[in-house]
Each structure stands twice: as C-alpha cells, then as structure tokens.
C-alpha cells in the first residue's frame, strides 16, 4: 500500500514511512492511494464475525501486504481486547458505544493500534521515536495509556490548559515514564499549530525522530474504520438503509467512516454532528470553509476551530461540496441544546449520555426528523459519561458511577511542563530532548 501528500500526489511513500512520519514534508495529510471495496462475500458472512476478525479482514483490505498478515492479527488481537457493542434505544435508533476500552473514550481503539503499530514498524533501532499529539481532552489520556512504557518510543503530549475535564487531565499528567504532558497556555488549536509546525521545522526534523498520534497521522483512521463494520455486523434487520451520526471536533472519526463506506459498508448517510465549532457545517451549507479560533464548550474534545480531517475529506470528494454532500449531513447544536439532549434521552430511555455523544444524538435527531427518515439510526457515544459527571450530575440530578480505572487517577498527582504558545518556547523543549 502506498500513501500520496493531499498537496503533492505525484510523490507516493510507504505505509511505514507515511505512519512512522506522520505529516508529509509539505504539510499536507497522507492518504491511500487506492482504497479497495472489500468482497461482497465478507458482508454475507459478517453477522457471524467477531469484532477482531471484522477487524482483521478491514485492516488487510486497507494496509494490503504492508504488515504480514500474522503480524497484523497479533496486533488486533492485543491491542483491540474490548468490544464496541450497539444497543437499542427504541427499534429504529442504537447507540454504538466506543467507550469500553482503558480510558473509556473511543480514542482507546486507534491509539493501542497505532502503540502497537509503530512498535512493530520500528523494529530493533535503536534511535527513539517521539511522538507528538495535541489533545483537546481524550485523545490525549488514550495516546498516553496506549503508548504507555513502549520501547523505543516517548510521547510528548499538548494540552490546552484549563480546558479539559479534571479526569481526562489526569490521564494524562500522572503516568510519566516515557510520558511528557506540556500544558499550553491557549486553546487545543495553538497546541495543534505547535505539532504541525514542529514536523516542517528542518533543526528538529535532523536532531529527532517524530511523528503523531494525532488523527492527522493515517494511522489513527483505519482502526477507527472498524467500528462502524461491526456496527452493520450487529443490526438484525440490514433491509432497511442505515446512517451514522457522529460527534465531530478534529473529523478523523468521520473520516474512518468514510473509508468504511468506500470500502463498501452500505451507509446511506453520515451525519456530521458539530457543537458550536461547526465551521464544517457552515462549509456543508454555503460552500465556504473558514476557520475561526474555538469556542469553548461542554463538549470540550470537539472544541477544534480549524479540523485537520477536513483536508482528508476535501481530498475525498475532489474539493466538490456537491459530491460531499451526497454523503454527510451537517448539524451543529449549543450547550444549551447539548443538556437538553442529555436530560431527555436519560428520562426517557434510561441512558445516561456524555455531552459529545449528546450532540451525536442530536445530529441523528435531527436528520430523522428533516428528510423524515426511515431506516436504522446509529450515534457514536465517544466517552463514559462518568469522564465529564460534574456536567452530566448536574443535569440528571442523581450520582454517575465513576468506574475504578477512572476513580484511580483522582488521588494522583498532576505533573506537567507549562509552556507558552510561541512556537520557539515549544521548540526549544524539544531540541533539549535531544541533549
């Protein structure tokens, strides 16, 4: 499988230099070449699948021979040890629930694939890996356990100070090791610019092996492809069309669901589903993309004023917003909105959600109710809703139980590197890893 530049797609590299580089040397995004469908065969045994082995057959169809297939398997097989299960609301609508693995949010499922990942592509050097990954809450804590005492490799991880939950800061600040958390005076973009820029600066590129764990590295998308299969896996009824509404800050969950779908999965719509950050949905409505600096929300993992993905998507559907909206719907919701949801859906199907997924079922209520669709409904709950229960308490007025490996980061203490947002500060940190 080879990978080509959005900017540049005349210069083709390896799965293993587009992985372990994670940003292409013109700043652009890498893509696949060619994304194949996958036989129609597999989708008439797939109810009988488990989740590993629908992830297998997806991550052969995807990489093709770039890993051996043994080794492929291995690494599903560890790093994708929980499930994602669908249930149903009412006989229409279903919640994907993503939030079963280490750090309870959906991000577990590409960071222990990409750990384990790198791991393997990285072989025996003996130079270090330093991964770069700007968070706006889960990725961060799910990059960190993912990676957590792998050999060979350091994570640096950014976040915006005061602008995460308190659990999800301390996922990130308490484990150390081969662990770096620098709190960034601004906002989750300037922590993303920072990443960016350090991979296009030639002093750092000589002195350090980086790459990401940002959804801006190809890496993170194809795990994230293979929920929405095992998610068509579980529907008893397949007649009926299927969409998808999914939570949307930086756009690489949505993006893993548009290669799902050029794979072949019969998705009648995604539906992007945006907080008050809705530049995409702006874009969907008038044709123009204009990236303007985040709001802070509730929904504080979607608070992404210029998403990366969206160079993926345009590069999709060839900078066509006529093609793009074919495929996704946009919606955007508020806070107030967002507590509503959250408030209505615990009262009336005994669901607690958190405020990402929230929007995820606004964005599903909403399509529902606009094309007066008839067919199955599916929203992506991103995260547990015990990681944001000072939120959530508060709107359903009763007690989240917050499970032990979340409870177990509350009494340990934060330890992170405070920095400013000016590029050199960054830069100079980095260049002192190299001493």
């Known amino acids: 499988m080879k990978f080509y530049s959005t900017k540049q797609k005349n210069k083709l590299v390896s799965c293993r230099d587009a992985i372990l580089k994670g940003i292409p040397d013109d700043g652009g995004l890498f893509m696949p070449v060619n994304i194949a469908k996958i036989p129609p065969e597999f989708f008439n045994r797939i109810s009988n699948l488990s989740f590993q082995e629908i992830s297998f057959e997806v991550a ?159 890496a993170r998308l194809i795990p994230q492809s293979f929920y929405y299969f095992y998610a068509y896996a579980q529907l008893k009824n397949k007649d009926l069309p299927v969409v998808f509404s999914v939570p949307s800050g930086n756009f690489g969950n949505l993006t893993g669901g548009l290669f799902a779908k050029i794979m072949g999965l019969p998705v009648s719509k995604f539906i992007a589903a945006n907080n008050v950050n809705n530049n995409v949905h702006k874009y969907l409505k008038t044709g123009i993309f204009k990236p303007q600096p985040a709001i802070k929300t509730i929904s504080n993992a979607m608070d992404v004023g210029n998403p990366s993905n969206f160079a993926r998507i345009l590069d999709i559907y060839d900078n066509s917003v006529e093609k793009m909206r074919n495929d996704i719907y946009g919606a955007s919701f508020s806070d107030e909105q967002t507590k509503n949801a959250i408030s209505e859906v615990y009262n009336k199907y005994n669901y607690i959600l958190d405020p990402h997924s929230a929007v995820g079922y606004l964005g599903l209520k909403e399509y529902f109710s606009e094309v007066k669709f008839q067919g199955k409904g599916i929203f992506c709950a991103t995260a547990h809703p015990a990681k944001f229960s000072n939120i959530v308490e508060e709107i359903i007025d009763r007690k989240v139980e917050i499970p032990l490996r979340l409870k177990k980061y509350l009494d340990r203490d934060k330890k992170s590197i405070l920095i400013s947002k000016d590029f050199e500060d960054f830069k100079d940190f980095l260049l002192s890893l190299s001493n």
């Open 60 to 218: 052969k169809n995807l990489l093709r021979n770039a890993i051996p297939h043994k080794i492929l398997k291995d690494i599903i097989t560890e790093a994708l040890n929980f499930n994602a299960p669908i249930l149903p609301l009412n006989d229409n609508l279903f919640v994907l629930e993503l939030f079963h693995g280490p750090t309870l949010a959906f991000k577990d499922f590409a960071a222990r694939f990409m750990a384990y990942t790198m791991a393997y592509l990285i072989g025996n050097t003996n130079k270090k890996l330093n991964v770069l990954v700007a968070t706006s809450g889960d990725t961060g804590s799910a990059v960190a356990h993912g990676f957590y005492n792998t050999p060979g490799i350091r994570v640096i991880i950014l976040y915006p100070t005061k602008k995460i939950s308190e659990i999800q800061e301390k996922q990130i600040t308490t484990l150390e090791g081969n662990i770096i958390a620098l709190e960034v005076k601004g906002t989750f973009d300037n922590c993303q610019a920072l990443v960016k820029k350090a991979f296009l600066d030639s002093e750092l590129s000589n002195k350090l092996w980086l790459t990401s764990a940002n959804s801006i590295n190809v």
